[in-house]
């Protein structure tokens, strides 16, 4: 079978013909010729369509299966450069790590020699303890817990993503760590009871990352659908879609609790509305999927949303 590669867009211009293909070639194979025979369009960098302007086909679809036959032509866009999701991951997290550490650590780089002699409130060594807390378990996570779907992303996006996280930890960590931060109104029960839950939130959010990792096998991306398991932390899989950023919102309502700051409320507040745009993908993927899916479960409130 003989298929010619044109380019997507207005220029369609011929980028590759491929040769002795068999029916259940898969697109993935596909890929792997195209960047033979053009090294710079690694089969990352490709997306192919049926039509210029069409939706991109997944890698383990046959040619069969889409009934492309002898002589037909597939489109391909070029996605740019790209980066493996595990290094964006980690850049995007030990970035908050050490730029929050370092005003903790250093207040007299930022708030003059003044602010090394003064104290800080105990708040403020609580706050310090579950932002690193929270980035370093980021990190082993993503080392060691996650398997993504995706091998890489649009390299562009990591300046996008690492704007987001670092230019925030900045923020939080000005005012938190600045040397007129007072306590909150509450004192001691209000920032032990906001650590508290703030550290089952993120227990909760782990048990959720390490029952996701259990239901895809290793270097596939074969997805079961999400059930509960022995760990009461995940009984919220039966009221929610994505109950590892119902997890993460409650941690970080938790930690603006603590230290009763609205830079963290305004951080709280993006998170949210980033993970329900996130939490609505993935629970419209999941009724689309499996067709028992629970249909008492939302996307990430509980009973709401």
């Known amino acids: 079978m003989e298929l010619e590669i044109i380019a997507s867009g207005a220029n369609k211009k011929t980028i590759a013909t491929l040769t002795n293909l068999k029916p259940l070639s898969t697109i993935w ?46 489109f391909l866009k070029d996605l740019g450069p790209q980066i493996g999701w595990k290094t964006v991951f980690l850049v995007e997290y030990i970035g908050p790590l050490f730029i929050y550490l370092w005003f903790y650590s250093r207040p007299a780089l930022i708030y003059g020699s003044n602010a090394a002699h003064l104290p ?52 939080i960590a000005y005012y938190v760590n600045h040397p007129l931060y007072t306590s909150p109104i509450l004192g001691r029960v209000q920032e032990q009871g906001g650590m508290a839950m703030f550290i089952f939130c993120e227990l909760g959010n782990f048990s959720i990352h390490l029952l996701l990792r259990n239901l895809r096998p290793a270097g596939t991306k074969k997805r079961v659908c999400p059930e509960p398991n022995w760990n009461p932390l995940t009984t919220l899989f039966d009221f929610v879609s994505c109950p590892n950023y119902s997890y993460e919102v409650a941690a970080w309502m938790s930690f603006t609790f603590m230290t009763q700051t609205l830079t963290a ?31 008492h479960r939302k996307a990430i409130i509980p009973f709401i949303l």
């Open 265 to 295: 409320a305004f951080f709280t507040l993006a998170g949210f509305y980033q993970m329900s745009v996130w939490a609505f993908q993935k629970h419209r993927a999941y009724q689309k999927e499996f067709f028992n899916y629970p249909t």
């Open 29 to 74: 194979d596909l890929k792997k010729e195209i960047g033979k025979k053009k090294p710079h369009l690694y089969p990352e960098r490709q997306s192919l369509r049926l039509d210029s302007g069409g939706k991109a086909l997944s890698d383990n679809a046959t040619l069969d299966s889409l009934n492309v036959r002898n002589g037909s032509q597939l």
């Open 120 to 171: 800080y409130a105990q708040v403020v060594h609580c706050a310090a303890a579950c932002w690193a807390g929270h980035y370093i378990k980021r990190v082993l996570e993503t080392l060691y817990v996650h398997r993504f779907s995706h091998a890489t992303m649009p390299i562009r996006n990591i300046f996008k993503n690492c704007s987001y996280y670092w230019l925030f930890a900045a923020y």
